[in-house]
């Protein structure tokens, strides 16, 4: 990646994997990309690798470079191998493979991203000619890429144009949800670049989320891990079949929650879950078991509904 001391040019590793990890969840199959994310990683300094384990994601990698193979014109395969090796630090290899998804698929902005991102991470520092060219194709396509306008809000503070690389991150902070989990570090690259040369960003900086209780954290955990045996099968299914099989760990899930109803945390969970499969009337059914089982505990019955509101289910 480019030199970790080049705080004011904005290389914020936190903000690479974040930018990177949510943007894959958006465009592959979740089982998949919960086999790939780090557990309970949001970006810390450490190597990609250091925080996965190493054998499934080998595994997986290797499952992925057979299929694709067989299949070279699987544009999401493409994607979730360029994500693959990002992850275990293999950022030239994820460059090829996120050209390949781009060629195939290039009206897709996320991809044009996130080859710009491997670019620069896997270049001499700063953001080099081809990172730009494929920040700027991402912008083409959406104007409102998070990640592509940050590196070239970057870019523009890199060729002294302070004032307008601070404007920009300025307007990614407004446009993002207040809970964004890229804010901090925009916001730390803002403080940065202001306060070096000395540029006035009062009243202009959009407050941050109010904290969430520790107790409700479990809101934003995920569907459990999926076991060896599955990682493994995951790298041979369809993009359906991988649908087909996170639904399934959520109706173990639920079948747990039947066998031991009073288990406030795993209510949330399965709300969780079903919101995530886009299944609002399953996360409603969700609140009403979670509010059954616990009409004798008013303080859980408020968490169930303060949960419900922070994950979107529609009011009744």
């Given at each position: 990646m480019t030199k970790d001391g080049a705080v004011d040019k904005g290389f914020?590793?936190?903000?690479?994997?974040?930018?990177?990890?949510?943007?894959?969840?958006?465009?592959?199959?979740?089982?998949?990309?919960?086999?790939?994310?780090?557990r309970g990683d949001t970006g810390a300094s450490a190597p990609p690798a250091a925080t996965?384990?190493?054998?499934?994601?080998?595994?997986?990698?290797?499952?992925?470079?057979k299929k694709l193979r067989d299949n070279p014109g699987d544009p999401k395969g493409w994607n979730l191998l360029g994500l693959a090796y990002y992850n275990v630090g293999r950022y030239a290899d994820s460059v090829q493979a996120y050209a390949k998804a781009a060629a195939l698929d290039p009206d897709n902005a996320q991809t044009w991203s996130a080859l710009g991102e491997v670019q620069l991470l896997s270049g001499p520092g700063g953001i080099t000619p081809e990172a730009e060219?494929?920040?700027?194709k991402a912008l083409a396509i959406d104007p409102g890429d998070f990640r592509a306008r940050?590196?070239?809000?970057?870019?523009?503070?890199?060729?002294?144009n302070h004032k307008g690389a601070v404007d920009d991150l300025i307007g990614i902070l407004?446009?993002?949800?207040?809970?964004?989990?890229?804010a901090q570090p925009v916001r730390e690259l803002i403080s940065s670049i202001s306060t070096k040369h000395k540029i006035d960003i009062s009243g202009r900086v959009p407050a941050p989320a109010a904290p969430?209780?520790?107790?409700?954290?479990?809101?934003?955990?995920?569907?459990?891990g999926p076991t060896a045996t599955d990682l493994k099968a995951a790298t041979a299914m369809t993009p359906s079949q991988q649908d087909e099989m996170a639904r399934g760990m959520v109706a173990r899930l639920a079948a747990?929650?039947?066998?031991?109803?009073?288990?406030?945390?795993?209510w949330i969970?399965?709300?969780?879950s079903r919101m995530q499969l886009k299944d609002p009337a399953g996360a409603q059914s969700a609140l009403a078991g979670a509010k059954a089982a616990f009409k004798d505990d008013a303080a859980q019955r408020a968490r169930f509904d303060a949960a419900a509101k922070v994950l979107g289910l529609p009011e009744r």
């Open positions: 914020s590793l936190p903000f690479a994997r974040i930018a990177l990890v949510l943007a894959a969840l958006i465009a592959i199959a979740a089982i998949a990309i919960a086999v790939l994310r780090s996965q384990p190493v054998g499934d994601i080998a595994s997986m990698i290797g499952g992925l470079e060219a494929s920040f700027r940050y590196f070239m809000a970057v870019k523009k503070n890199e060729g002294g407004r446009d993002s949800p207040p809970d964004a989990p890229w969430a209780p520790a107790e409700d954290s479990v809101v934003t955990g995920g569907i459990p747990r929650l039947e066998a031991n109803p009073r288990d406030a945390d795993r969970m399965l709300m969780r």
